[in-house]
């Protein structure tokens, strides 16, 4: 089985509309990802965001619209074609979703072991670069919960990128965490960006994460795209609501 | 009319779990037999379900073999029967409180620890993690914890049985003196094919129910945290219910062939 490229999007969402009983959370939501942009998604709590990028990756399945990645219909798509796609989307999950019955270097070789792809020494050594570009290699021994919370965003990253993600999905990257360790997820994102080349989708209300790495924003309000634009545009939006964000 | 309105909600409800309960059971005996399997992960589990139940199930074992045997004395000497008691305790042992009492204490302890545990997991998007990595979790974390259970829970039968007749020899030498060829020979004297297979069979239904019932209740876990803990209880409390569900049936059928 092949997938396809038939565009310049890595990712494209076109109105899509998904609801949970009566709840409404997204409308008509479209947006688009290009080659190598980190695209900063804003909104407030509760207002679709993760469900947005759980969509993207086929966690959860939109009542209607189209998503599109790297040209392939997610909805489309049987298990093996869906796994396919997977394997070239990274996505960080807002708790790091560690493995928690298993140390960090389990945790880091257990996504390389199930697709039996490397082995022996290439494996160990695969580890340690992941957490050497995460600036951990200490904890490669430790289980996750002797990890701080910023620790775990790290690996959790590292157990991600060890993969060669194409395109990365972060979701609220910075939740929980103090300014500086947010900071450093934050040059973290972009340092991934420049030295994989990814193109990124950034789940945030963390404004100076947003500053620190949006290369375009979108905010979200009731369901749909509100408003679109760099950090400045935004920052000067004649909308006060959209305004209210930067302040 | 609110009565009437509750209880069709409740059958309602009811239904729709056992509808869900039968769609997860179907996905386990597609996922099963199809490669690959997760050898590595079964053999983990197997060693936390039988080896680390060993100690809680022995103990049970051994002071069920020996209180039966001293409660059940003084009536058999009432009757002249009291060389009766080796045999009495065995066939009571094998073919029926060393299955459900084992069975019983495994839905307490391995069912709450896999409803808690896939729960847990679930909270912590750990299995959204497995299956965006291409993994597929139902085999990964379900099929090796329902084989794992449904393959221990025999052999801790066995080892149960074992173990309560050594609590047993115990008891008949407090009051008199038996030696253990004697007892073991009685033992075996009494028992036969058709006390002992259908005795395993119905631990592997025991094993694969408390494995199913656990991993339901932990993979469907909803609420966050307090989720988890709703799902704990309800795996011991279901697969409690269902020990005794398949015990009734099991032997209705043994009766049919004896």
């Known amino acids: 089985m092949e997938t396809v490229k038939t565009n310049n999007y890595e990712v494209e969402v076109k109105n899509l509309q998904i609801s949970f009983g009566k709840d409404d959370v997204l409308t008509d939501l479209s947006l688009s990802l290009k080659k190598g942009e980190n695209l900063v998604v804003l909104g407030k709590s509760g207002s679709g965001k993760s469900v947005l990028i759980k969509c993207i990756i086929g966690l959860i399945d939109p009542d209607e619209g189209t998503i599109m990645v790297q040209g392939n219909n997610i909805s489309e798509q049987d298990d093996n074609n869906l796994n396919l796609i997977r394997s070239k989307v990274g996505f960080l999950f807002q708790s790091a979703a560690l493995y928690d019955s298993m140390t960090v270097r389990e945790n880091l070789e257990f996504p390389l072991r199930r697709q039996n792809t490397v082995k022996g020494k290439k494996l160990t050594s695969l580890v340690e670069d992941a957490l050497e570009n995460v600036g951990l290699s200490d904890v490669i021994d430790k289980m996750p919960s002797e990890l701080s919370g910023g620790m775990r965003k790290r690996v959790g990253l590292a157990r991600t990128l060890i993969l060669k993600p194409e395109i990365m999905l972060y979701d609220e990257p910075t939740t929980g965490l103090d300014p500086i360790t947010s900071t450093e997820i934050s040059s973290l994102i972009v340092h991934i960006q420049k030295k994989y080349k990814t193109s990124s989708i950034i789940i945030t209300h963390d404004i100076a994460c947003t500053k620190n790495v949006a290369d375009r924003i979108i905010v979200i309000r009731d369901g749909v795209c509100a408003a679109e634009g760099t950090y400045k545009e935004l920052e000067n939006s004649g909308d006060p609501w959209i305004r209210s964000f930067f302040e | 009319m ?257």
Do not use: H
């Open chain 2, 2 to 258: 609110n009565q009437a309105n509750t209880t069709v909600v409740a059958f309602r409800n009811f239904f729709q779990e056992v509808g869900q309960l039968t769609s997860f059971l179907v996905k386990f005996f597609k996922q099963v037999f199809v490669p690959p399997y997760e050898f590595d992960e079964f053999a983990k589990q197997s060693f936390i379900v039988g080896y680390k139940s060993l100690p809680l199930v022995g103990i049970t074992g051994f002071i069920m073999g020996l209180v039966l045997t001293i409660q059940l004395r003084p009536t058999l000497v009432d009757f002249g029967a009291e060389s009766w008691l080796p045999a009495m305790v065995a066939l009571s042992i094998i073919r029926e409180i060393g299955p459900v009492i084992t069975a019983l204490i495994c839905a307490g302890k391995v069912g709450s620890g896999i409803g808690a545990e896939i729960a847990s997991m679930k909270v912590t998007e750990q299995i959204d993690a497995m299956e965006v990595s291409g993994i597929n979790p139902f085999k990964y974390i379900v099929v090796t914890r329902i084989v794992a259970t449904t393959l221990m829970i025999p052999l801790l039968v066995i080892f149960s049985d074992f173990i309560a007749l050594m609590g047993s020899f115990l008891a008949v030498n407090i009051k008199s003196d038996v030696s253990i060829t004697l007892f073991i020979t009685q033992v075996f004297d009494s028992l036969d094919f058709m006390d002992v297979i259908p005795s395993l069979i119905k631990a592997l239904f025991f094993g694969f129910f408390i494995g199913l019932i656990g991993c339901y209740k932990g993979y469907t876990s909803s609420n966050g945290t307090e989720g988890v803990g709703a799902s704990a209880n309800s795996a011991v409390v279901v697969a409690s219910l269902l020990v005794f569900i398949i015990d009734m049936i099991a032997a209705q059928i043994t009766s049919l062939f004896t």
